[in-house]
């Protein structure tokens, strides 16, 4: 077995398949939608009634001289520009309404997703990347679920209800019309092929933008220790280029479909005004019938227009959808199996354990075999890359063994339901992950069931309160940053009162201590001890003055287990772990 999960089921692909199931978040709203349909329907109706409106207008004042086309026309006018409106109002507002939802929808999906993706996958990616496809691509979803369906139907209608009213007019002169159809619909098909990839194009590189950016904010003072705005600007406006040269692709590709259309109507509309103006001379065709043909003729090529450039935001939505769907699609995380566990004894035990990242990189641990009693502490040593995070993070599941098994209380950590599993295990490592929140709701990190009391008493043990004593807003103080105006120490010491406060039978320290100077280091390894008491415990250093009070000591090598012992017998024996703390005695 390997740590990348399976690829997920092959899925249709092509732009039809996007669209369809880009339909069905849309689905449950249905009924809202055609609300704006009926909108779309009011607002094509009152085109063709404006023609005839015209024709009207001409036939009774002109031919007839009827004089109540004084009141009925201007009228007519105002009434029909009252329902055009709100037409128009409708086949806005109610797909609007609809988008908003998809994309509410859609967000909350992927989100979701988000968090239940595999470790393994997750490392894989570009945090920049999923970013902008939780923010752009999902905005250009929606675009393309309400703008653009908007504009597809309405424009639509539009022209059928036009051309019906030519034909029904005049079908000789309507077939002139017909005649551009061809031509239009073989554009809109090269156009949409182009705005797809270009789309596909933006898209990536939008998620350079994201990624450079965050990078670039994440790592402020990195920059500026390395004096590296420049080199950091000039990244960025690459990425930055490389957006505004396939966007201008876009826009090109839309700007020429324009007058492209427009040129092709109105040789359409020239063959219409040729035999119209022979029928004239020839008596067949009255002056009000040509007026009123005109008119209508004239309201076409601007849906026509709106036609081809709708297949910009079509395609691109239909390219965004197209990534999102592809994460969606991705395999969560593997569940565990159905069994329950309240709270651990915390035995641990690895089981000729082989754990490998990718085939190409190799085993990371092999055959590791080793047991901790419950409450004991365990120490592991070993130098860099031998394998030792990763040793630890088999325990809560952030990745299942490639051969092997680790057992917590004797069962398989894959037979426990995940969450329950979690649940027994705590983490104090050496960056500390705070959250844009008050102190103490980063104690209280989804601690379900905790009083204030038991809150406060972890911040005391942890000896967080020391430090904010002297704030005014003591433990309800918001961290600036993620907690970027505390000391190493001090954000240690929260994690840690985090991890009292979670109580969990088996806890990890992995290089918990290694950010900080000696004199902090000293003070939070009082904390440590506490925090030890009663668990089993993982702990990982470099610092060997922390393991050497460990029950037992473990020390690896390129994965695997080259010895195993107390500290006395390790140094006695004269091995790895002898030479490593000689090592750190002559620094
Ligand atoms: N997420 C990952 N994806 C792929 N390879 C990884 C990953 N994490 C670690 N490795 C590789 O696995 C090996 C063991 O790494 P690990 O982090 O377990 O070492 P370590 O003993 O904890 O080292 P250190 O003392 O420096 O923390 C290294 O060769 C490393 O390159
Ligand atoms: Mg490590």
Redo the contacts with the bound molecule.
Sequence with gaps: MN?TPAAPAAQARGPWAVYRRLLRYARPYVGVYLIGVAGMILYSATEAALAYLIQQFTHGTFLQHDRSMLWKIPGGVVVLFLLRGIGDFGSNYFPGWVGRQVIKDLRHELFAHYLRLP??FL??QQSGALLSKLTYNTELVAAAATNASVSLIRDSLGVVVLVGYLFYMNWQLALFCIAAAPPIGWLMRVANRSFRRYSARIQNSMADITRVAKEAIDAHRLIKIFNAEAHQGARFDHANEANRRSNMKLVFASALSNPVVQLIASMALAGVLFVSIRQVFAHGLSFDVFLGFLAAAMMVPPHLRRLVNVSGPLQQGIAAGESVFELIDEADEREGGARRIDRARGEIEFRDVSFE??SE?GA??SAVSFKVRAGETVA?V????????????LVPRF?DVSTGAVLLDGHDVREYRLADLRSQVSLVS?DVVLFNDTIRNNIAFNAVGKTDAEILEAARAANVLEFVANQPQGLDAPLADRGQNLSGGQRQRISIARALLKNSPVLIL??ATAALDNESERRVQQELSLLMRGRTTLV?A?RLSTVESADRIIV?DR?RIVETGTHRQLVASGGLYAALHGMQFSV
Excluded: F, M
């Design positions: 740590a470790t393994a490392d894989r990242y990718s990189k990371v641990l592991i070993g130098r860099s890359g031998s394998g030792k995070s990763t040793l630890a993070s990745y050496q992995d290089e990982i470099h690896l994965g």
